[in-house]
């Protein structure tokens, strides 16, 4: 081999070497640039499942208080439904308690009957008892059917008052 030739062979193997040292300095810097992403995706990981685990904390504290609103909302519900079933129970049980009442009120005042008073004659004259007025369902008052107008029949019975104190003394 000649000078030249070992030359050239020289200045080739430095090329070789130079062109190798540069894409062995590029390679070291992807790989540099690659460990570097990695590592940034490694934290943007631990990041994403820190804030992951705080979600998932939030919603399930969220869930759960909700959770707890609703239940006790729903048994508010049913308390003031319990309690709007028994005024109702009561507002009945009244309502029977008053229709009784007020069925023996007006069988009451169907059999009630006034009696008028003694009128006496100034004149030394015999007593004369004035007409008896009843009162009768359907009828207006004082229109017993009389011969009169606004007086009772003379026939008309005189009804009992002595059931009125007792039936009183039951609806006190």
């Not at 631990?46 to 685990?53: F, G, I, R, V």
């Amino acid at each position: 081999m000649t000078q030249d030739e070992e030359r050239e062979v020289m200045a080739q193997a430095a090329a070789a070497h130079n062109r190798i040292s540069r894409e062995m300095d590029g390679l070291k810097n992807a790989l540099n640039e690659a460990t570097a992403n990695i590592a940034a995706k490694e934290r943007l990981i631990e990041e994403l499942k820190a804030a992951s685990s705080t979600m998932l904390h939030k919603i399930e504290t969220t869930f759960k208080d909700e959770h707890d609103r609703m239940r006790l909302a729903l048994i508010d519900e049913q308390n003031s439904h319990a309690s709007t079933r028994h005024e109702a129970d009561q507002l009945r049980q009244d309502l029977a308690d008053l229709s009784a009442l007020f069925g023996t009120i007006r069988q009451s005042v169907e059999q009630f009957e006034l009696k008028a008073p003694i009128k006496r004659r100034g004149n030394g004259g015999p007593r004369k008892r004035l007409p008896t007025v009843t009162v009768n369902p359907g009828d207006e008052f004082g229109s017993g059917g009389s011969s009169e107008p606004g007086l009772p029949d003379k026939d008309a019975s005189a009804g009992d008052l002595s059931d009125v104190p007792s039936f009183l003394a039951r609806h006190e």
